[in-house]
């Protein structure tokens, strides 16, 4: 008889639980109903330790107004990043309940909202990263790539922006997630003028894009070419084992990435950058001169030869690289961007000399041979900002570089009309 007394008095408790996961939900629920969203995450809270016993109905149920209630408080921007991701492992738990259990009560809605989620993390990182949070914004990209691990462009993105926050040993452990991967990031971009924001959008395939241009939202269609990420990625990887003193594992890891990926010459410039880095100027001028052989007349890659070089510090490399880009595509306007702006380095040398200069008459007659000196710099200039201008109309930095160098001339007449140009 006694024993009969403790089966029922397990029972009776087993039941009592039961009724008070049910009325915790519930009141969980009519909380989050009222607005109380962070009520309803202390209630459940509470109801968490007894869930074990629960039933996979229960569970469900559980895990999908968590998740509510904890989207609701990111929506609300109470500690966005963190209830975020919290929300979508609930929703993932609840998938997964609903999967062993063979029901469908809620996985549609809880689907839906781990896209929503995602998303929204992506937005917020961005916002994050424009105030200089990058180590937030990269956490939370990292974290809408795990909610869709079939987007790799997110992994990318937050190892670049933990490297933005120099947190150098994650961003390095996701460069190496990115190479066993195999991802390249290579593609097409399809995108259009918003008619209603006048920002560009973006859209995955042409089709979409084509649609939103014929039905009359969106104008300008535009098509690019995205070209591979290895070079970057690799480059990245090679550059933060260089900054950890490991140089030898640096030049394996490019090495192993150039007999992996054959054709992509990127990985070419990656290499001959790294060896700059370390002085090796002789192994660096050879794959210089590989790239050359292998494509001569690709725009892009003499561009980057040029931008070495000016990193390298070797001006008259730079610039014949940058004019050898405008021989092969007139209208590469970064090539007059940044031969321009090569050539106005030289200003700074010239004003330092100048303010270290005594009335004196031999320093005077200096001061008048420099002021020359930075005229004709000023003037040599000026094609290449013209130019740049009349294909990028719309850069208004180049603009204003171009306004200060004819204030500069006192080319009054040229300086007026550039700047009414500029109003319009």
Known sequence: MKSKY????????????????????????????????????????????????????????YFFVKGNALLDLANKKVETGKNLSLA???????????????????????????????????????EDTKVGKHADGAKKLYDAYLLDKKDTINLYYSASTYVNAKDYDTALKLYYDLKTLNYSGKGISYSATNKLTGQEDT????????????????????????????????????????QNGKKDEAKKAISDARKANPEDTSLILTEANLYLETKDYETYKKLIAEVLEKNPNDADLVFNLGVISANAKNPVDAEKYYKRVMEINPKYTNAYINLAALK????????DEMNKLTTSTKDMKRYEELKTKRQNLFRSTIPFLQKAVELDPANIDVAKTLLNVYSALEMTAEYKALKDKIKK
């Open 88 to 126: 979508a492992k609930s929703y993932e738990d609840l998938l997964a309940v609903e999967k062993t259990s063979k029901r469908d009560k809620y996985s549609s809605q809880a689907t839906a909202s781990i896209l929503d989620i995602k998303y929204k993390l992506i937005n917020s990182a961005v």
């Open 203 to 242: 859209y995955g395939t042409a089709n979409e894009r084509d649609m939103a241009v014929k039905i009359g939202t969106a104008e300008k269609p535009k098509t690019e070419i995205i070209p591979s990420k290895r070079g970057e990625i690799y480059k990245n990887i090679a550059l933060i084992l260089v």
């Open 6 to 61: 403790v089966i029922l008095a397990s029972a009776l408790l087993i039941s009592v639980a039961t009724f008070a996961q049910k009325d915790q939900i519930k009141a969980a629920e009519k909380a989050l109903k009222g607005g109380n969203s962070q009520e309803a995450v202390t209630i459940l809270q509470g109801a968490e330790s007894v869930m074990a016993n629960a039933t996979d109905a229960e569970k469900a149920q």
């Open 344 to 351: 106005l380095e030289d200003e700074k040398i010239i004003i």
